[in-house]
């Protein structure tokens, strides 16, 4: 049962656009979310993250959105640069407890 | 720089030998986890130590066993490897502390070990 889920494996993007990755869940005691961004060969690194009690959370180019009723979120990249080209997975977590549960992952290409 | 460094980065082994992946952390946290990625798929928590508790996932199969003899140093070590255990092997980490709702909690990865079974 997957709990967090990517629906897009990938996305290509034009440099200089808005990429936009989305990500759902199912279970409703998730509080926490956050996303990692991993390069090839590298580990996840952590991104940006965002609470329950916000519905959005910036960061320079990098934004996230949360929509509880939906139990849905998503990053916003803009603009979009080639050094962005990754995978992207979204995590998500109980406040209380440890475990991150993953979705699938989002392979994102910007092309110059 | 502080940081999490996993061992061998490429590891080959044969059906059924047994096999040990090795991970240190500079960073002193105190919680150390163990991941399962399988190709296209979500990386899945195998299990972790909260110091030196261990904390098993009720679905990691018995063939995966873990040893944390210190802070530093934490081993996945898979006894009987069948062809399903290839895989990319994350080891992470993270400080525990008291949720806060505005300091995200956050785990830092290796690079990860791919294992290749023959």
């Known amino acids: 049962d997957q709990q967090v889920k990517q629906n897009s494996p990938s996305l290509s993007v034009q440099e200089g656009r808005i990429s936009i990755l989305n990500c759902d869940y199912t279970?409703?005691?998730?509080?926490?979310f956050l996303w990692y961004k991993k390069y090839p060969a590298e580990g996840p690194t952590f991104l940006i993250s965002?609470?329950?009690?916000?519905d959005k959370n910036e960061d320079g180019r990098f934004t996230v959105f949360l929509n509880k009723s939906a139990k849905h979120l998503s990053l916003h990249i803009v603009p979009s640069q080639p050094g962005d080209s990754a995978v992207y997975f979204c995590?998500?977590?109980?406040?209380?407890?440890?475990?991150?549960?993953f979705g699938t992952g989002t392979r994102l290409a910007v092309r110059p | 720089d502080a940081m999490v460094i996993q061992n061998p980065r490429y590891q080959v082994t044969q059906f059924g030998k047994p096999v040990t992946l090795s991970c240190s952390q500079t960073?002193?946290?105190?919680?150390m986890y163990w991941y399962q990625q399988k190709s296209s798929q979500a990386p899945k928590l195998l299990f972790h130590?909260?110091?030196?508790?261990?904390?098993n996932e009720a679905d990691t199969p018995d063939n995966f066993q873990s040893r944390r003899p210190n802070t530093s140093f934490c081993f996945l070590d898979i006894r009987s490897p069948g062809l399903g255990d290839a895989a990319m092997y994350l080891c992470?980490?993270?400080?525990?502390?008291?949720?806060?709702?505005?300091?995200?909690?956050?785990?830092?990865f290796g690079p990860g070990t791919r294992l290749t079974v023959l």
């Open positions: 992470a980490t993270s400080r525990d502390r008291p949720f806060e709702w505005t300091n995200p909690p956050r785990q830092f």
């Open positions: 279970n409703s005691m998730f509080d926490y």
């Open positions: 965002i609470s329950s009690i916000k």
């Open positions: 995590a998500a977590k109980q406040s209380s407890g440890d475990k991150l549960t």
């Open positions: 960073l002193n946290h105190n919680v």
């Open positions: 130590y909260y110091d030196k508790d261990f904390n």
